[in-house]
């Protein structure tokens, strides 16, 4: 990491950072880890954090858990929420779906899944995060009417995406206005590449 992302890492950490470790079953309890009773967001795999730290910032009435296992980009964001003084934002290190396994059912008011890992090569589609068990999962962590926001710039990746979430009965296509995100520098550079930019909003029925 470079010395700012050190520097906000030492100081912010403690405070909010947030450690997910293999087989830890443990309830976590939302509201304590933010300190308010407020709707929740869950970032899975926000890269740098850019997005992250705008969403945040333009949304003060909701907390956002953004889990990654790039240590750049924790120390990234981390940074962020230090210099946009965001108090609305908590930071977890390690594997996504353990960290959820850790929420309770209809704790969470949205959950963004932005470009993750394609995991272009067939031998590899398996360790995909959009995949029937796993979506089962986040839905059920969504409260009723909650949305699942996914996007991503692999065309191959999209279709499968469309397919599994479809096919969950407890989801439904949004019929509404798609949630404004911000343009993250990966989007843009498949954008550049001539890649289409897919995003999917389900909701919780």
């Not at 981390?78 to 965001?86: H, K, M, N, S």
């Amino acid at each position: 990491m470079s010395a700012r992302h050190t520097d906000a890492h030492t100081a912010l950490w403690p405070a909010y950072g947030l450690a997910v470790l293999d087989g830890d079953r443990t309830r976590l309890d939302l509201a304590e880890l933010f300190g308010r009773d407020a709707p929740k967001v869950l970032e899975i795999g926000f890269g740098m954090g850019d997005a992250t730290a705008a969403m945040a910032g333009a949304d003060p009435g909701r907390d956002y858990l953004a889990v990654e296992v790039h240590t750049p980009g924790i120390g990234n964001l981390l940074a962020l929420v230090q210099e946009q003084g965001l108090t609305n934002v908590r930071v977890a290190h390690g594997d996504a779906m353990e960290l959820v396994h850790r929420l309770a059912a209809g704790s969470l008011d949205a959950v963004h899944v932005f470009f993750p890992d394609p995991w272009p090569k067939a031998r590899h589609h398996k360790r995909r995060l959009i995949q029937p068990a796993n979506v089962a999962l986040l839905r059920e962590r969504l409260r009723p009417g909650g949305v699942l926001h996914c996007a991503t710039d692999w065309p191959g990746y999209a279709e499968v995406m469309q397919e599994v979430l479809a096919a969950d009965q407890g989801l439904r296509a949004s019929e509404g206005t798609r949630p404004v995100r911000p343009v993250t520098k990966f989007e843009r550079r498949g954008a550049d590449a001539g890649r289409p930019i897919v995003d999917l909003v389900f909701v919780k029925a």
